[in-house]
């Protein structure tokens, strides 16, 4: 069974960072891909960062330049490095993995969606002005 728990969520002040972690279980050593979302009150979802199974990363545009996503196969955890912290920024944060590379896929387009293997319970970012 697929499981996948995110920590690493706070609150901080505008300009500020935080490492987001989603440790990921029921899969194979690395062959999975990881998405990362968010969810404001009264937002739909929207996708963040994605690394798939070979490494590649996406990221939607409000993530980039200032978010990384990165991965260590070994203890089965991805990680969203954010930086450069708004007041927008501010949401649940979520992971989602599966088996088949559609993480990039997914957060490269806007307004799709997917069946993912899993998802996380989610850990919650604050920052404040």
């Known amino acids: 069974q697929v499981g996948l728990v995110e920590s690493g969520g706070g609150s901080v002040q505008s300009g500020g960072s935080l490492r987001l972690s989603c440790a990921v279980s029921g899969y194979t050593y690395g062959t999975y891909c990881v998405a990362w979302f968010r969810q404001a009150p009264g937002n739909e979802r929207e996708g963040v960062a994605a690394?798939?199974?070979?490494?590649?990363?996406t990221y939607a545009d409000p993530a980039k330049g200032r978010f990384t996503v990165s991965r260590n196969n070994a203890k089965n955890t991805v990680y969203l490095q954010m930086n450069s912290l708004r007041p927008e920024d501010t949401a649940m944060y979520f992971c989602?993995?599966?088996?088949?590379?559609?993480?990039?896929?997914?957060?490269?387009?806007?307004?799709?969606?997917?069946?993912?293997?899993?998802w996380g319970q989610g850990t919650q970012v604050a920052v404040s002005s």
């Open positions: 690394i798939d199974t070979d490494g590649s990363t």
């Open positions: 989602a993995a599966d088996e088949s590379d559609i993480c990039g896929l997914i957060v490269g387009a806007p307004g799709s969606s997917a069946d993912f293997g899993g």
